[in-house]
């Protein structure tokens, strides 16, 4: 089973803290995806990449930055934490070797910043 | 970017059909279909695709109109567990996904 971890289930940060949000995942994927979840607005995509040290912007960008150093590995960075990034965030890895392109998503990690 | 749209939320009771209805009338020749559902305190999951015909797996079937503007998520007898948010999306040819804010399904005993 494709495994797709995230280093948190809950986290509480202040404003103005440096946050990083690290997603791992076990099936040697291309490509991986940072989105959030709000209610009412669905999974917003924030960043993705299609390789190691490739990234490219998603939807809502602004106030993030990403990492992909090894393929396993996504981060999400969070520069200056605000309290509008308060959310859900989800990570998710998918394969392009065969169809249907599935994307496997991680548990998510509920950041509160206060 | 073609966009879907879904109504908010449906209800359904156990053990009785559910037809999830999806819009996508911008949608190009090259887009597929895929469905997406998400559970409390979960992840989205993956639960079918197609491009122009109908589809049928273990979890659900989908049918897609003749001009594909639209489809359609069936799924076959609704158990309290099929309770989720039902994500329609269409994935390009660069593969990228858009969600949108789907069904909230609740199933009724």
């Known amino acids: 089973d494709v495994k797709v971890t995230q280093s948190s289930r809950y986290l509480v940060k202040r404003t103005g803290e440096k946050v990083f949000l690290e997603c791992v995942q076990d099936?040697?994927?291309?490509?991986m995806f940072w989105y959030r979840q709000d209610p009412g607005l669905g999974l917003r995509l924030i960043y993705f990449?299609?390789?190691?040290?490739?990234?490219e912007k998603g939807d809502i960008p602004e106030g993030y930055s990403v990492s992909r150093e090894k393929k396993e590995r996504f981060s999400l960075i969070l520069e200056s934490a605000s309290t509008n990034q308060t959310s859900m965030y989800l990570c998710?890895?998918?394969?392009?070797?065969?169809?249907?392109?599935?994307?496997?998503f991680g548990p998510g990690t509920r950041l509160t910043v206060t | 970017d073609a966009k879907t749209t879904q109504p908010n939320s449906m209800e359904s009771n156990e053990e009785e059909p559910v037809h999830l209805p999806c819009n996508h009338s911008?949608?190009?020749?090259?887009?597929?279909i895929h469905w997406y559902r998400q559970l409390p305190s979960q992840g989205p999951e993956y639960v079918i695709h197609?491009?122009?015909s109908n589809v049928n797996n273990r979890m659900a079937s989908l049918a897609i109109a003749e001009d594909r503007k639209s489809s359609t998520l069936i799924l076959h007898r609704a158990t309290l567990r099929d309770a989720a948010v039902y994500y329609c999306?269409?994935?390009?040819?660069?593969?990228?996904?858009?969600f949108g804010a789907g069904t909230r399904l609740t199933v009724k005993p």
């Open positions: 099936m040697d994927h291309e490509n």
């Open positions: 999306i269409l994935r390009s040819n660069n593969n990228d996904m858009r």
């Open positions: 197609g491009l122009t």
């Open positions: 911008t949608i190009s020749g090259t887009d597929y």
């Open positions: 990449s299609y390789d190691v040290k490739m990234k």
């Open positions: 998710a890895s998918r394969g392009m070797t065969s169809v249907p392109y599935e994307q496997y």
